[in-house]
Structures are given as structure tokens and as C-alpha cells.
DNA sequence: TAGATTGTTAATCGATTAACAATC
DNA sequence: TAGATTGTTAATCGATTAACAATC
């Protein structure tokens, strides 16, 4: 009923939202390189951005530079993580488990970055059962006990194409707030439900145009 | 000297080359499945953009639609492939056979869309010498070799963090003539190499926020 | 023919860059 | 202090949407 009362409710750009996870990243690594200062100018020289976007996409957070300093590597970090939620752990649940779903689950990276996968989960009879790491396929009978029993806030999926959308069904319904999707279709779900696209032959096919774009070779 | 005389040279903007990817994956699974005919709209909701978008967008490619039927998915997939380059073979080396890495190596989706792995790189002597599918895994002194020897075009850059800039070097030096970069690192390379980032940890963040504003938890 | 759908132009919207006063 | 670097406003640039004449 009243004005939002919080600080920082203020919306981020998407086109900004993207960026975060850079600053971020390029932030822990110069912090843990010893690194304390840095200015939006060495920010976008090492990110291929301008001086000014960087000061701009940082204005978004709330976090102050200092005049003639630049940020503060550890406070940049942290509030990036802060803002983005990167600072406490999120569960996910991965749905597929081919060769790129079984190693996505065996991705150290994600753990260390605070995405735990606590379920694999197949339609197929011929991998339930198996071990991934420390995991064991699951039926797809038992998504919906694990993500309202664990909290579970992500899905991420790595089926074939043809199965996409009914396992992107199948997750709402069993109630992950998101979904990260690898496959090739396009998903179609509620609106408050976000997805985010990681699709790497789409990755791939962009890359080649811009090859061919620079010297055509046929 | 003159001016370009070849039919559509014209440059198309980068974000409309994100998405025809999408629209060629979307055309072929309609034409498997015997469809013949789409519109504007139907691709539209499909793909989660507006009619005017798709019109917009497909006005950049050599192909045209007819009034009242709309566009031919055959023809379509077709011009897609044609101007992304996806009618023909592109040969890509790997570097980094990790989890990611050799997950990605036996993906069969990607042989399947005309991107051939040759050949799979590691600098550590543990894995040199494994076989990932129906390749052996190579020492990087093997790189340059191979990459002017097969005219390879693509290097997918699947190292950890702290290797992937002298990774993305390397595959600069060898003559590869763009990088897919599958690594949080920010790879500064020649102008004219383009770089994809495919980071799937990044997107696990952006989603992770979207998440978060939706219905804040903490 | 009448109606639906295209291709394209013009209007809106959002993102990036430039510029500069404030400040450490 | 003088100089460098921030935060922010204004200007530019590009992308999306709306609108509509052309046309099958």
C-alpha cells in the first residue's frame, strides 16, 4: 500500500544485469590477486567496456568509488554479491543426464561460485540409478517431493530438443522459481517465472557468422 | 577499389545475429515436423517476440515471405543457413578436456549442426594421451600443426580461469580465427578475432537475480 | 473480391557515450 | 594545492514497436 520503502528497490537495466556477473568475477580475481584499487578505466580496459558504461553499471549498485582511487576491489565484490545474491548458497535441480548435463553436475566451478546441484533427475530407465559424483539419477516422479522439500529455486535443462518444453512444465509445476535452459528450444512458461538461455551452438553459430563476416572464405 | 558489388554485403546488427540462430533451430524443427507455412506472429509466439520484430529481423536476410501465407519453413531454413554459413562443415579444436570439455567433445549436437571437433588440446601431461570419443586428447605443441594443417576456424576455450588468456593467446598465435570462451575470464585478443562468451556460470547469476527480484527470499 | 499478412517507414524506447562539475 | 577520477546529466546512437500501404 505504501511507496516501496526498502533501499534500492530501483530496478537494473537487463542490458546491465548481464554485465554484473563480469564486474564480479573480474573483482574476486583482482582481490585475490592482491589488488585493492581499481579505476573504471582499468574496469573496461580489461572487460572491453568504455570508462563511462562502467561507471554507469556500477551506479546501479550501491557501492561509492572514491575520487582519484577508483573502487575497492573487496567492497566492489561484495556488493555485486550482495546485489546479485551471490552471496549465499542457491540450490538447483539439473533435468537430463546426458554427457553435458552429467558434466555440468561434476563442475567444481559451480559449487565454489554457490550453485549447489542437489538432484539429477532423467526420464530414462537406462541411467536412473547411476552415480553422477555424489548424486544418484532420480525419476522424474521424484522432482516435485525434492524441490518443495529442499527450497530448490533453479532448474536447468539439458534434454533433447523434442523433450525441452515438457520438462520445462514439469519443473513449474514442481516449483522452481527459474529456469536455465541449454537446449535448443525455445521454452514457454509463466510469466514470473524467469529463463535464461545458455545455448551453445546458438554461441557457436553467432561465432561462425562473425568469422565469415571477416574474411569469407566461401 | 569498387564498390562491393556481391549481393548482401550489408552488415547485420549484431543483436538481430543473436537471434537468427533461433529462428533457423525453430524453421527446421517445423519442417521435421511437416509444417510448411509460418507467419510473422506464429514465429513470433513461438520465440518470444513480437510479429514486427521477426518482420524487422528476417528483412535482413535474402528471403521473402508471401502476403496471407506467410514464409516458407523450408525456404526460410534454407536462407537462414546460408547466411549464418551453418550449410557447410566448420572444424573447431577444444582446449581444456575437463568435465566441460569432454562433455562438450562427445556432444553429438554438435556434429550434428555442422560443427566438427578435430581435435581436443590439454596442457596437463594427466590427461594427455586419453582418448575422449574417438579422439586423443594432444599436447598444445600439437596445436599450431593441426589448426593450419585442417584449416580450422573455431578454438572453444574450456580452461580454468587463470589459463585462459595465455590459452586464447596460444590459439591466436596457431591461426584459429575465433574463440568460443566458455571460461569467466575476459580474453583480450587481435580486432579482428571475434570472441563469443558462452559463460554458464554468468548466466546462472543473471538468472539467480531475476529469481531474487521476483520474490526476494533473504 | 475481401481479408490477412507481408515489407518498410516512422515513432518510441532504451542503452551507450561524452562531457563536466564535484571531490578526494 | 594540482591533478585524477568519480557520479551524473545531456547527447548520441541503436533497437524495438507501431502503423500502414502493397499484395497475394
Redesign the pocket.
Known amino acids: 500500500m505504501d511507496e516501496p520503502a526498502e533501499t534500492q528497490p530501483a530496478r537494473i537495466?537487463?542490458?546491465?544485469v548481464r554485465?554484473l556477473p563480469k564486474y564480479l568475477a573480474h573483482a574476486q580475481r583482482l582481490r585475490q590477486m592482491g589488488v585493492e584499487w581499481?579505476?573504471?578505466?582499468?574496469?573496461g580496459e580489461a572487460l572491453g567496456?568504455?570508462?563511462?558504461?562502467?561507471?554507469?553499471?556500477?551506479?546501479h549498485i550501491d557501492?561509492?568509488?572514491?575520487?582519484?582511487?577508483?573502487?575497492s576491489t573487496a567492497g566492489l565484490e561484495a556488493a555485486l554479491a550482495q546485489t546479485l545474491g551471490a552471496d549465499h548458497e542457491i540450490c538447483c535441480v539439473l533435468i537430463g543426464a546426458g554427457n553435458l548435463g552429467r558434466a555440468l553436475a561434476l563442475h567444481e566451478e559451480f559449487a565454489r561460485q554457490g550453485f549447489r546441484i542437489c538432484g539429477v533427475f532423467d526420464s530414462s530407465a537406462a541411467v536412473i540409478g547411476k552415480r553422477v559424483g555424489k548424486l544418484v539419477v532420480q525419476s522424474m516422479d521424484e522432482l516435485p517431493g525434492m524441490v518443495c522439500g529442499q527450497d530448490v529455486d533453479i532448474g536447468i535443462v539439458t534434454v533433447p530438443h523434442g523433450a525441452a518444453q515438457r520438462v520445462a512444465d514439469q519443473l513449474v509445476l514442481a516449483g522452481v522459481r527459474g529456469l536455465l535452459n541449454l537446449t535448443p528450444a525455445h521454452l514457454i512458461v509463466p510469466r514470473k517465472i524467469p529463463v535464461v538461455d545458455a545455448r551453445v551452438v546458438a554461441s557457436l553459430r553467432e561465432l561462425a557468422y562473425a568469422v565469415k563476416i571477416n574474411e569469407p572464405r566461401f
Open positions: 537495466p537487463p542490458t546491465v554485465r581499481v579505476s573504471s578505466a582499468e574496469l567496456l568504455t570508462s563511462s558504461t562502467v561507471r554507469q553499471d556500477l551506479s557501492f561509492y568509488g572514491i575520487s582519484k582511487r577508483g573502487y
